[in-house]
Structure formats: C-alpha cells, structure tokens
C-alpha cells in the first residue's frame, strides 16, 4: 500500500491535473472533471483494496498486486455478490483506475497484446459504477468525456483526460487522513475562485465561516446519543460534514450524525453525494434531494424534525412568493411572504419550521434582514414576539467568494426562556488574504464564548431586552446596540501651545542662518543682487516683526 497522501501533495497533484485542462475550459467546468476523476479512483482504489482483503486478508497489498488478482478471480459469483454487498458497486477489472492508467503507461495487455487507452474505456468505467445502484445514479453526468472542450478528434481528447489520470495517479486517496474531496475542493476553490467568479459561491462555504456555523448550534448541547442535521441549500455539502468533526465535543460519535440536504442545482446535488460517500458516511446515515427547498417543502415533518439546522443560501434570491403560499404552514404564522426579490426570510422561516424546540439554527444572510421593512419588518418583529431570535452576529466583508458584502449570522431557537437578543459585532476579527478574508480560529472562539456568557463586552458584544429592541422599533441593525466608536484622546492644548513656540524658535532660527549665508552671495548682475537684497529684506522684516 502507498504511503498516505498528504495535503500539500494532494493539492500539487490537482494543480498538475488542472494544466491538462485550464486552457480549454474555465475553472468552474474542469472542477467537475477533477472531483470526478479523483471521486472514480477514489471507488476504484477501495474496491483493489477490498479485494486484496477478501481474498487474501491482507488490505495492504499493492493496486497492481489486487489488480492481478481480482482478473484472476472476477468470475467468482462469490466476490461479485461480497463486493456489491460491501461496496453497492462494482467494476470490470478493464475498467479500474489501476487498469487504466496502465493502459495509458503502456502498460495494460489483453489477448491482442498492448492495450491503448481509449475515452470509451473511461466511459464504460462510469458506466459500471452508475448502474450498479441507484445511490451511484447520475454522479458522473458533468464528466463530459465526448466534449470538444477536450480536444477536436478522439485522441486530442482521450490525450487529455490521460493527462488528468497520470496527474493522479500515483496519489493514496483511500487511506489518506482526513477529508480528501473536502481538501479537493479547498484547494480547487481557494485557487480558482477568481476564475469561476459568482459560481464559486453557488455550492462552497468556506471552511472556517462552516466551522463557526456548526459550533454555534452545539453551544450548551449534549448528544450522547446521535443527532439529527439539516442543510436546506446544502451545496457540496461540506457545511453538513462539519458536523462529524465536532459531535465529540457533544457527546457523540461521527457515525451517530444524522444528514439530511436539499439542493436544487443537479450537479452541485452530486457533488454532495460523492462527498457523502468518500467522508465514509452509511447510505442509511443519508437522506440528500435534488429539489426546490422554497416551492416544495422537504422533508415531511412527520418523518423528522431537526437537532441543528444550518443554511448559507443565495442571498437575495427571486422566488414564487405565490400567495398559496399563505396557507403553507411554513409561512402562513407570519401573515405576510417574503418578497419576490428577496427571499431570505423564505429560506430562514424554512429551516426554523424544520428545527426541534430544543435544537438550534444558524443562517447567513445579507445585513439587509435586520433593518429592512414592508413584509420583511412584519416577520422580523413577529420573530421576536415569538422569542426566536437568539443572537445576530455582524460578520467581516469578503469572506464568500460570490460576494464582498459583509454578512450576518442569525442564531434561532424555539425553546427560549426569554425575548432577549445577543448583538455581536464581530466585523473587525479576521486574517487579509490575497483574494479574501478569512476567520482566525481565534475569531471563532471569541465569538462562541462570547454568545455562550451572553454578557456585554465594549465595543463587541451587547445582550438586548425586548424592550429595548421594542424601542427600536424591531429594527435589529447591529450599531443601534453595539456602539464601536472609538473615542480620539483629548488634546492637551498646553502642550499645543508648548509646541507651536519651540517650533516658531526654530523657524527663527532658520531664517537667521539663511539670511547671514544669503548675505555672503555676490554677482556681477546687478538684477541678481537687487533679487537677493530684496530677499534678504523680506526675511529680515518676519525676523523683526
């Protein structure tokens, strides 16, 4: 078995991989072949494995000694059923990673003798996998391996697709530690965000803004025995994964999480997938739709209510607004829709409909929903009526790659004892990068403890009673509660005064010594000297006066 794959390697890898590719195509078309390619060898390594392990208990045998040995032994019914049975996939043993990056080394024979790699190979591998089972269905659609983008004939194309499996060849994904696709995408995303623009934003939240969205839902819980999330615009759903790094800190364990998403984007809904299942994550632990959060309402309640609840939808996005919508019982309490144009209180009015009386939510969206009213003033102020707005914490600009605005997190409960609001300003904390900004693990924890004390700190932090929120007209606009004004230090006019004689003396002085060295010039041009004098006469009359 290979050594594992670190971090570094798996990113110079991708970036050797994406030079096959990034003078044909944008960035946010070549992630899809890199995180399928990668997705493919991914299935295709842990099938070798698995191999090596059932036949000859030893899963540490190299891909070239399983590759040999699953040809040998691919006709045993007994393997095909073990393999879907442990798998829900399988492969021809022609159609692994293995085999076919010998091909592309020349290196691969069949009874013809050397075999050539062809893009129909790669196709017909895909082609296994996705119908093996229905949890593999569709994954692979955005690998376009016929497209022109590749080349202009069938070599061209075949020639680049095996430039992006040579890339990677040579890369331990199975045993590498930690979070391989989710470093995939860290690494493509952070690299090209510039490239893809908008699109970037469209299925990615950066890791730290996730991190501190979870942890925000696991204060003062406890889940010794499993939980239950939900993502309602889950994107690649790394925002969901985050919660297997840290159900420890609640009592529980990472096989325990309960994942539910949707996600209206079909190729994005893949991505999700295919990061699902290389975190490890039990199909039976899954429960992902491709579907439109807003117009349809998933999942039912009846099947399940939620521990945590966290969402980075589109902001400001259009929708329906359909005015059956009054009826849904998602809505219908506020009295009123979001607004076509701006349908954030629409996906926040969701989750929260979603979320246990003991669980915790947290969204980000645009400053706007703090201050903004016709009917969005209407659900805001019937939000805090009903004690459901627990925290509103003011983020740093630039941090998403689809916009520079600053954001806001809302912190919701249904179990609270009080109307009251924490307001945290925590706009100043964070590292300047090169495209971006980005939170310090420091920022994060000020953050936690400080909605967690739930106790005014100067210039950050302000614990708000309803009354006090009533006054302002439920306007929750964060400067109304936390006042950052820095004061400028009194002037000391004393010392003014001190300053502004000792800095006359020395412009007397000055003058002084440039009118005794003006005094020593002389010239033959008579216009010359009558310019000096009439200098001289001048800086002598300031020095008299």
Do not use: C
């Amino acid at each position: 078995m290979a050594n594992n794959t670190t971090k570094t390697e798996l990113s110079n890898a991708l970036f050797s991989a994406a030079d096959a590719l990034r003078s044909k195509m944008d960035a946010n078309e070549y992630k899809n072949y890199l995180l399928g390619i990668v997705f493919y060898k991914y299935l295709s390594d842990k099938l070798l494995y698995h191999v090596g392990e059932v036949l000859e208990n030893n899963p540490n045998l190299s891909l070239d000694q399983a590759q040999k040995l699953y040809e040998d032994q691919y006709r045993d019914p007994d393997l095909q059923d073990e393999l879907k049975y442990s798998l829900s996939f399988s492969l021809e043993p022609k159609h692994t990673f293995t085999y076919i990056l010998n091909e592309i080394n020349g290196e691969a024979r069949d009874e013809k003798g050397i075999k050539t790699f062809q893009i129909s190979d790669l196709a017909d591998a895909f082609n296994d996998i996705e119908s093996t089972s229905s949890d593999f269905e569709g994954l692979f659609q955005d690998v376009q391996l016929y497209s022109p983008r590749l080349g202009a004939n069938a070599q061209k194309q075949a020639d680049t697709i095996a430039n992006v499996i040579k890339a990677i060849g040579n890369l331990e994904i199975v045993h590498a530690p930690g979070d391989v696709l989710g470093d995939a995408y860290e690494y493509l995303i952070g690299q090209f965000a510039s490239e893809t623009g908008k699109k970037a934003g469209e299925f990615y939240t950066p890791q730290k803004v996730s991190e501190l969205l979870t942890k925000l839902t696991l204060v003062n819980k406890n889940y010794p025995n499993g939980m239950t999330v939900y993502d309602p615009a889950m994107g690649s759903g790394s925002l969901l994964l985050n919660f297997r790094k840290y159900i420890e800190d609640v009592g529980g364990k990472e096989n325990e999480v309960i994942y539910y998403g949707q996600e209206i984007n079909m190729s994005t809904f893949n991505l999700a997938k295919m990061n699902m299942i290389l975190h490890g994550v039990d199909s039976s632990n899954q429960h992902l739709r491709n579907g439109d959060t807003l117009d349809e309402d998933w999942p039912p309640l009846s099947q399940t209510m939620f521990d945590s609840v966290v969402m980075n939808p589109p902001y400001s996005q259009h929708w329906s607004a359909n005015k059956g919508f009054l009826q849904d019982p998602r809505f219908s309490p506020y009295g009123v829709l979001a607004p076509k144009s701006k349908a954030d209180y629409a996906f926040l009015l969701h989750g929260l409909y979603h979320l246990k009386n003991t669980g915790t939510m947290a969204i980000v969206l645009p400053h706007g929903v703090l201050f903004r009213g016709a009917a969005e003033g209407k659900i805001r102020k019937k939000l805090l009526e009903n004690g459901s707005i627990d925290a509103v914490i003011g983020l740093p600009a630039n941090l998403f790659y689809n916009t520079s605005i600053p954001t806001v997190i809302i912190v919701l409960k249904k179990d609270k004892e009080n109307r009251s609001v924490m307001f945290i300003d925590a706009s100043k904390g964070f590292e300047k990068k090169k495209n971006q900004n980005a939170l310090r693990e420091e920022d994060i924890q000020k953050i936690l403890d400080t909605y967690r004390k739930r106790e005014d700190l100067k210039r950050y932090a302000h614990l708000a009673k309803y009354d006090e929120i009533e006054e302002n007209d439920f306007n929750l606009n964060i400067p109304r509660y936390v006042d950052t004004f820095v004061p400028e230090p009194p002037v000391d006019l004393k010392k003014v005064a001190s300053d502004l004689h000792e800095t006359n003396i020395e412009i007397e002085q000055t003058q002084k010594e440039l009118v005794g060295m003006l005094k020593e010039l002389t010239s033959d041009d008579k216009d010359v000297m009558e310019g000096l004098e009439a200098i001289i006469k001048e800086l002598g009359g300031e020095l008299h006066d």
